[in-house]
């Protein structure tokens, strides 16, 4: 693993705190309960690599509310677009 790698993984780290903390935010102000849910099971990242670039791909964890997926969905696109 590279420097660069390293650094990569840590703003992904970042920006999936901020994604997690807007969800919840977002829920929050809709009194949505997550019935004993943590936020960390809403969102789920995998990390592969195809023609020796590493592809990061992000969306809601199968155990995500079936309720909140399309809304989990939003947030990503909004914090990922750029990518």
């Known amino acids: 693993m590279t420097y660069n790698s ?3 993984i840590k703003e992904l780290d ?8 807007n969800i919840k935010s977002y ?3 809709k009194n949505y309960e997550l019935d004993n ?3 960390r099971e809403l969102v789920q990242w995998s990390h592969t690599i195809k023609n020796q670039q590493v ?3 992000i969306f809601p964890n199968e155990h995500c509310p079936d309720d909140v997926k399309s809304i989990v969905r939003g947030f990503i696109k909004d914090e990922f677009k750029s990518e």
């Not at 970042?14 to 903390?21: N, S």
Request: hydrophobic share 50%; net charge positive.
């Open 14 to 21: 970042l920006k999936i705190a901020e994604l997690e903390k």
């Open 6 to 8: 390293i650094l990569k």
């Open 27 to 29: 829920l929050s102000e």
């Open 55 to 57: 592809v990061r791909m």
């Open 37 to 39: 849910r943590k936020l």
